[in-house]
């Protein structure tokens, strides 16, 4: 059913052999997942600077490290949704080619296998403080704060017809994944 759907999608669908009545029984898609032997190797480039500072009259070590990782052909699959939605939102060929239909205007299939994506860059620090008493006869304690900062986690990805696209995921939760801003975490030990 087009309701609410915009007249581009509708004309997009219509094309397809989509019938005007057809409505999606449900929210599952038969999709094809999987490998693929036409896929470039990411590439990466990964950059640190880090120190490490222990004084000499206390039993604290305070680390810091800032990372910037790069990486070009990232490999993944794109999901159903977003093919569907690239072919008829964007009207991208390649999505398109992606979808098989069947002969009266059904969903068939999806073929989501992995693919070239894009490429991703984040940067960020990692800090750790740690303190360490003076051992004990029944054995010593140690206590730690760690805080990862995520600076930037940049999806750069094909969109049709424009090109590119990038998106900065930090402080998102996307399919299972969160992108947080920082994380704290303080652990003892005995």
Aim: glycine share 10%.
């Amino acid at each position: 059913e087009h309701s609410g759907v915009s007249a581009a999608v509708q004309t997009a669908c219509a094309e397809a052999g989509v019938p005007t009545s057809y409505i999606q029984p449900n929210a599952l898609v038969n999709e094809l997942a999987g490998g693929n032997a036409s896929l470039a190797p990411e590439t990466a480039i990964d950059r640190t600077l880090g120190f490490v500072w222990t004084p000499p009259s206390l039993p604290l070590d305070i680390e810091a490290d800032y990372y910037r990782i790069t990486i070009n052909n990232a490999i993944g699959a794109p999901g159903a949704q977003e093919i569907l939605d690239g072919c008829y939102e964007s009207g991208d060929p390649l999505d398109c080619s992606r979808i098989t239909r069947a002969p009266d205007g059904t969903l068939g299939l999806v073929d989501n296998v992995d693919a070239n994506l894009g490429g991703i860059m984040t940067d960020g620090v990692d800090a750790l403080a740690q303190y360490h008493w003076p051992p004990l006869p029944s054995g010593s304690f140690t206590a730690s704060l760690m805080v990862s900062w995520v600076h930037n986690y940049l999806e750069t990805t094909s969109a049709f017809p424009t090109g590119t696209m990038t998106t900065n995921l930090v402080g998102v939760e996307r399919g299972g994944t969160s992108f947080p801003l920082g994380v704290p975490r303080l652990k003892a030990t005995y």
